[in-house]
């Protein structure tokens, strides 16, 4: 439509000059970052700038993005990681946001409190969970907003299941909105008592106790992905996968021979005496109760020997005592 050169098309239309996507700026290009995709900096059409690195939005090609180019924070200059480190017991002397993409660390046995302030967390946002660690909202708020491209993230380096204890909530006032959160290889992701939850887009995998079994005949831990009681419930969208109860143990007898313990019950959705004002979209896959350990005979013919534990309970959506009725639509288990 022109006779003007560096435009996709030469001056006298004898050869093709170039294209969107070559990673050369053209007369009628406003960027071109040597691709077509939206999401990054540049539309796909390259007709757009479509951000920049301290604009506070993730893009591709960023690690992070904290709205400024400022060394030293969540994330330093060119939108590079650097992580942020919770050890012992930390809180914040003020209302924080942990930007998008940034990284969160936990030692092993550290535990992040809310009790004098609220922590908002933005897309993309990577929790890497220590052995034992814990969230604990107290009396406040912690707010999840990942997206469906960058949820935010908590797992455990370390794999396996059980290997963090979660976010727990049993302080009046708390409020734990997530959207779009991932939790892997927990103990129990969300446990809740008496405060307000709102789960939009959650996914809950791997979940299973600390310990292989309980101990010498003791008690077994019951697992659950998602532990809720005497609140406000909210539940959309939410998928488990894998939750697995735990095996009961022997333990010996007076008499002779030994008897085995119950297995633990697993549960994908646990919720009882809450008011559930939602709870849709619910999807919930692979839950395992705890196996009965197996009895044994006496040597001695004259002693008896102790019988087999029953295995546990397994449930996908175990509602108790609910406070009002309760609605579920396309729940599937």
Wanted: hydrophobic share 35%.
């Amino acid at each position: 439509g022109n006779t003007v050169g560096n435009d996709y098309c030469a001056g006298d239309c004898s050869a093709f000059t170039g294209r969107c996507g070559d990673n050369v700026v053209q007369a009628n290009e406003a960027c071109d970052d040597n691709n077509t995709d939206d999401g990054d900096y540049c539309s796909s059409d390259c007709k757009t700038i479509s951000g920049s690195c301290g604009d506070g939005v993730l893009q591709t090609g960023e690690e992070c993005d904290d709205g400024n180019g400022v060394a030293g924070d969540f994330c330093d200059p060119g939108c590079i990681d650097r992580e942020f480190l919770i050890e012992g017991e930390v809180g914040f002397s003020q209302d924080v946001t942990f930007p998008p993409g940034s990284k969160i660390r936990f030692a092993d046995g550290a535990r992040l409190f809310m009790n004098s302030t609220s922590i908002t967390v933005k897309e993309g946002v990577e929790f890497i969970m220590g052995d034992f660690s814990e969230i604990v909202v107290d009396g406040n708020t912690f707010r999840v907003d990942g997206t469906e491209d960058y949820p935010v993230t908590f797992s455990s380096p370390s794999g396996g299941c059980g290997k963090w204890f979660g976010v727990l909530a049993e302080v009046p006032g708390s409020v734990v909105a997530l959207r779009n959160a991932h939790f892997r290889n927990s103990w129990r992701a969300i446990y809740a008592d008496g405060v307000t939850v709102d789960l939009e887009d959650v996914v809950v995998t791997d979940t299973c106790a600390i310990d292989p079994m309980s101990a010498n005949g003791a008690e077994p831990y019951d697992v659950h992905a998602v532990d809720l009681r005497n609140s406000e419930v909210s539940v959309d969208g939410l998928r488990v996968e894998r939750v697995q109860g735990q095996d009961g143990s022997t333990f010996l007898l007076r008499d002779g021979g030994s008897a085995g313990g119950r297995g633990g019950n697993a549960y994908g959705v646990f919720t009882a005496g809450s008011r559930i004002t939602s709870m849709n979209d619910i999807s919930i896959n692979e839950i395992e109760a705890g196996a009965g350990a197996d009895g044994a005979d006496a040597q001695n013919p004259n002693r008896f020997g102790g019988e087999g534990g029953l295995g546990g309970e397994a449930a996908g959506v175990k509602v108790v005592g609910a406070d009002g009725d309760v609605s579920m639509k396309r729940v599937q288990v």
